[in-house]
């Protein structure tokens, strides 16, 4: 670039380390060329050019600390080429003068703070080769004409902010473009053929809400023969992968819904480095293997030994099966290795646990795999995190285990381990957190857990342990995550996992700060088993709402483990995330339950659609485009909790006061105190959840036994399903039918107008053509006083 070596009449002062604000006179001289003041500590605002046609060319203030909004004045710089403002925090909307420039070729504002529209002049400058404006906060749609407008264009990056609204299809006509990043916003609709684009060298559209139609627009990519990064990631991408797949270089496509097998002629790819997911053939080159997050079923085939370069390899998330391939042990460069959330089986391959390389994570967590852990394990002594939980992994814990002396995260719960625990684990000097709940351990706790000093988090929760709770280290120190409780003969008072790393422990005297002791004007709801408020911790910067368990009511206490365990591995954008826990004792010694959540700006849908139920608060209407969007919000959740969750998870309480709304109208499910999980097994003993508080789900939105029937007259129906052990999937299909009826009619199933014999359905029903009843499960009444019809004569017979 020119700024990067000396030019006449020019500043060139980058990676000086300068600092202080910019002189307003450089900005005004009739002398300079080019302004290179890049990678300084200059702060303050950029200075208004008065001059009125300076010389400069060049102006390069990137990776400083400016901040205030672009001034119009640079439209002055009538002769400039390149305008580079990168990695400041500049805020307010674009210049609309920045567009007009005649001769600008280069314009970078990526990473700052910019907002609003892009004015419609910047989309049509002729004369620019690259425009980048990423990770922003721009919205808007994209011109329909920018494929025109931009002729020059080859590096387009706008990528990580809020566009919305289709792929212009005249970016088919951009022939120049090498670069394109558009992911990180959310751009809907098909996915444009860019194969027209043979200059096409990197294409980001991750992270939208595309889809993917017939996949015809793979195909087309094959005439990008310059093509090496395709990112597509984190989309609405469904259905299999078609076979033209198997001509691209390099793909990301975790965090979609793809099904179905893997093509073989992805085993075509031989000069493949980085790809998401491989049929395994000669990829001798491949380096990293990540396909995790979708729906990518079968086996991992043996031939995947044949990656002797692997580093990385990520298909966690997925519905894989059968035996781990004991070939993986070939694979001796592999540093990460993620077979989580799958429905493997079998033993643990020693030969796996012979890759001494293995160093940043090995996670078999949430399988089906059985046996023992090899005594092999010591093999892995450069190890920092291990995770075979939620496994059905018996026998004792091998003390060889101690020789991983690296390890920082070891999470072994949710198995059918018995014995005690090793004492070889007091090598584990390095450890930080240790799990090893839910199993059937006994024996003493052991006293060197005591003289580990990074030990911040120990639960040895639900075992057969026996003894004295040891004292001192992690056990006395209140802020670290503690459990040792066991049903037997011991209790000990703890804190639970600390969900949010960032975020510190809370106890209830910081509880009670956040929310003013719980003051009425901080509270925000109230439900069966509590209330929430709302408050700010001062490690967050954005409030959270604290839902605070009425430990009194009967079934609270279980409702607070059912949403523990519903949430602790729910992954997905739209079911509410839990910040941290409390599980404390108040000042009387009475146990005091608590969990903390995102706080929701814009409440819950109930406060949408049921104005007269919050008259107290301002009216609120929902668009159609809204109410849609948060259709399929809640679609995703549910698809999510009952196909894509190694183990299926009903909700069972699916209403609209359980669904929260964000800043950006994004839906989340939430409440998780009723959910269940199935039952794997016959049970000989009554399940508590069954009887938590009587009903299971809420009046109206329970499915009912028979058709056609009001809620007045059948509620004995619904409190029997309610009670009913047999809770599937389908009780929560049901409810989200009823839940979308209320968003299209904003009436509740439960209204009083629906107390004479009809229901929120048969309301439903009327508003259709009669044909349409036969297609329905409730039929249409006829009216009340039908109108005789007037006699016809018969029709003519035709002819033969």
């Not at 997050?293 to 692997?310: E, K, M, T, Y």
């Not at 101690?402 to 995260?409: N, P, S």
């Not at 009216?619 to 969750?645: E, F, G, P, W």
């Amino acid at each position: 670039m020119p700024c990067g070596r000396f030019l006449p009449s020019a500043r060139v002062l980058a990676l000086v380390s300068l600092s202080g604000e910019l002189p307003k006179a450089l900005f005004n001289s009739s002398s300079l060329i080019a302004i290179c003041l890049q990678e300084n500590k200059f702060f303050g605002s950029i200075p208004s050019v008065t001059a009125t046609s300076p010389s400069v060319k060049h102006l390069h203030l990137g990776g400083n600390s400016l901040s205030g909004t672009i001034p119009a004045s640079l439209g002055n710089f009538s002769s400039l080429l390149d305008l580079h403002l990168t990695r400041n925090k500049l805020v307010g909307s674009i210049p609309e003068s920045i567009g007009y420039l005649p001769t600008l070729s280069l314009l970078n504002f990526n990473l700052n703070n910019l907002s609003g529209l892009v004015p419609p002049s910047l989309f049509n400058m002729s004369s620019l080769t690259a425009l980048a404006m990423g990770n922003n906060s721009l919205n808007g749609r994209l011109p329909s004409h920018i494929g025109y407008t931009l002729p020059k264009i080859k590096i387009l990056i706008l990528s990580s902010n809020k566009f919305d609204g289709p792929i212009p299809a005249s970016l088919l006509n951009a022939f120049h473009m090498q670069w394109l990043y558009l992911g990180g916003n959310r751009l809907t609709g098909p996915v444009p053929f860019f194969g027209s684009l043979t200059n096409l060298e990197e294409l980001d559209l991750q992270y939208n809400m595309l889809d993917a139609g017939d996949w015809g627009f793979v195909s087309s990519l094959s005439n990008c023969s310059r093509l090496t990064k395709l990112y597509l990631s984190g989309n609405n991408f469904q259905g299999e992968l078609p076979s033209s797949i198997g001509n691209l270089s390099v793909l990301w496509l975790r965090d979609n819904k793809i099904s179905g097998p893997i093509p073989p002629v992805m085993g075509n790819l031989k000069n493949l480095n980085q790809f998401i997911p491989p049929t395994i053939g000669n990829l001798k080159s491949l380096v990293v293997l990540a396909g995790a997050q979708n729906r990518f079923s079968g086996i991992i085939p043996d031939a995947i030994g044949n990656l002797v370069q692997l580093a990385d390899l990520k298909l966690d998330a997925n519905n894989l099966s059968g035996r781990i391939p004991a070939s993986i042990g070939r694979c001796t460069q592999l540093q990460i290795l993620n077979l989580a959330h799958n429905a493997l089986n079998g033993s643990i391959p020693r030969s796996i646990l012979k890759i001494s390389s293995l160093s940043q994570e090995f996670d078999l967590s949430h399988n089906y795999l059985s046996g023992a852990i090899p005594e092999e394990i010591s093999n892995l002594i450069n190890l920092n995190k291990l995770s075979i939980s939620n496994n059905m992994l018996s026998g004792n814990i091998p003390s060889t285990l101690g020789q991983c002396v690296l390890l920082e995260y070891l999470k072994m719960q949710s198995n059918l381990f018995t014995g005690s625990i090793p004492q070889s684990f007091a090598e584990l000097v390095g450890i930080k957190e240790l799990d090893i709940s839910r199993n059937n351990l006994s024996g003493k706790i052991p006293e060197f857990f005591t003289s580990l000093n990074y030990l911040h988090y120990l639960n040895l929760s639900f075992n057969n342990f026996d003894g004295v709770v040891p004292t001192g280290g992690v056990f006395s120190n209140a802020s670290a995550d503690t459990s040792c409780y066991n049903h037997t003969r011991m209790q000990a008072q703890a804190h639970w996992q600390q969900l949010n790393k960032n975020m510190k422990n809370i106890a209830f005297d910081d509880i009670v700060k956040v929310t003013d002791m719980f003051s009425s004007t901080n509270l925000i709801g109230s439900g069966s088993f509590g209330k929430v408020y709302k408050g700010g911790m001062s490690v967050h910067k954005d409030q959270v709402a604290i839902k605070i368990f009425n430990l009194n009511i009967y079934g609270a206490h279980r409702s607070f483990l059912a949403e523990c365990e519903a949430l602790r591995n729910a992954r997905h954008r739209n079911i509410v995330k839990i910040i941290t826990l409390c599980s404390s004792v108040d000042p009387t010694g009475a146990d005091f339950k608590a969990i903390v959540f995102p706080y929701m700006l814009n409440g819950n849908l109930d406060m949408w659609l049921n104005q007269r139920a919050h008259q107290h608060s301002q009216r609120k209407i929902l668009t159609l485009s809204q109410r849609i969007n948060v259709a399929l919000d809640l679609a995703n959740a549910m698809d999510y909790l009952h196909n894509q969750c190694v183990s299926p998870l009903m909700h069972c309480d699916l209403k609209p006061s359980n669904i929260l709304l964000d800043h950006e109208m994004v839906a989340y499910v939430s409440d998780f105190g009723l959910a269940r999980f199935p039952r794997t097994k016959p049970s000989t003993h009554k399940d508590s959840s069954a009887t938590l508080a009587g009903l299971k789900g809420s009046i109206g939105y329970i499915p009912p036994e028979l058709n056609n029937s009001s809620f007045h007259e059948f509620h004995d129906i619904y409190a029997e399903y309610g009670m009913s052990q047999d809770i599937s999937t389908k009780g929560d299909a049901y409810s989200f039918g009823v839940l979308l009826l209320e968003m299209m009619t904003g009436c509740r199933p439960t209204d009083e107008k629906f107390s004479n014999g009809t229901s929120l359905h048969d309301f439903v029903d009327r508003a259709f053509p009669k044909n349409i009843n036969e297609k329905t499960r409730y039929p249409i009444p006829e009216p009340e006083k039908p109108e005789p019809e007037p006699e016809k004569s018969e029709p003519e017979k035709p002819e033969p």
